[in-house]
């Protein structure tokens, strides 16, 4: 079984992050798409909204959609979950052949900042969601998406438009001044 492994704070799920998921569907040959999001990512300290709501956007957004699953697995550490984990998790619960790893452009720099990454490029095949100017090296598969869309600028600005619609009005009221903190473990890596 091909799987392709999408994770993220998803904090809103947003435009951009549908457009990498309807890419996923249409340019991979995965047999399924797993969308997980964080409880927190490892690189970040705090998040605005709450995993568990964080998880029931991602499930109205794509759960519905043929091939997707969204997934629980890192909500349900309650700690920050390098992507090594994830991967070694669904290797274990799905009999794998190929396990594609969905990452945005803009993580490429700090790729060799994260958990095991020598054995991650051992487990998985990285598949690059162009954002902006940010080159991608051709020993990466690509999926051409130029949303140019950040999860904080939404959370800044409440710009309904840039959210997915079936959840836009719930989450910009939710954005609405609320802030939750959560410590980061400093020896996390993604």
């Given at each position: 079984?091909?799987?392709?492994?999408?994770?993220?704070?998803?904090?809103?799920?947003?435009?951009?992050?549908?457009?990498?998921?309807?890419?996923?569907?249409?340019?991979?040959?995965?047999?399924?798409?797993?969308i997980m999001p964080t409880f927190i990512s490892p690189f970040k300290?705090?998040?605005?909204?709450?995993?568990?709501?964080?998880?029931?956007?991602?499930?109205?957004?794509?759960?519905?959609?043929?091939?997707?699953?969204?997934?629980?697995y890192e909500i349900a550490q309650n700690r920050p979950v390098p992507t090594i984990e994830s991967v070694r998790h669904m290797r274990q619960i799905y009999a794998v052949s190929e396990l594609y790893l969905i990452i945005g452009a803009d993580h490429l720099a700090s790729l060799d900042k994260w958990h095991e990454i020598e054995e991650l490029f051992k487990?998985?095949?990285?598949?690059?969601?162009?954002r902006g100017n940010v080159a991608v090296p051709e020993n990466f598969k690509i999926l051409?998406?130029?949303?140019?869309?950040?999860s904080s600028q939404i959370r800044q600005n409440l710009d309904k438009s840039?959210?997915?619609?079936?959840?836009?009005?719930?989450?910009?009221?939710?954005?609405?001044?609320?802030?939750?903190?959560?410590?980061?473990?400093?020896?996390s890596k993604s």
């Open positions: 079984m091909k799987i392709a492994l999408f994770g993220g704070s998803f904090d809103p799920p947003h435009l951009g992050h549908d457009a990498v998921v309807k890419a996923a569907l249409e340019q991979l040959d995965a047999d399924k798409l797993i300290s705090e998040f605005s909204a709450p995993p568990l709501l964080r998880l029931k956007w991602a499930n109205e957004a794509w759960g519905a959609l043929p091939k997707v699953c969204v997934s629980d487990l998985a095949t990285f598949v690059v969601a162009s051409n998406i130029n949303a140019p869309v950040s840039l959210m997915i619609p079936c959840i836009a009005d719930e989450a910009a009221k939710f954005y609405q001044g609320k802030t939750c903190k959560k410590e980061s473990n400093e020896s």
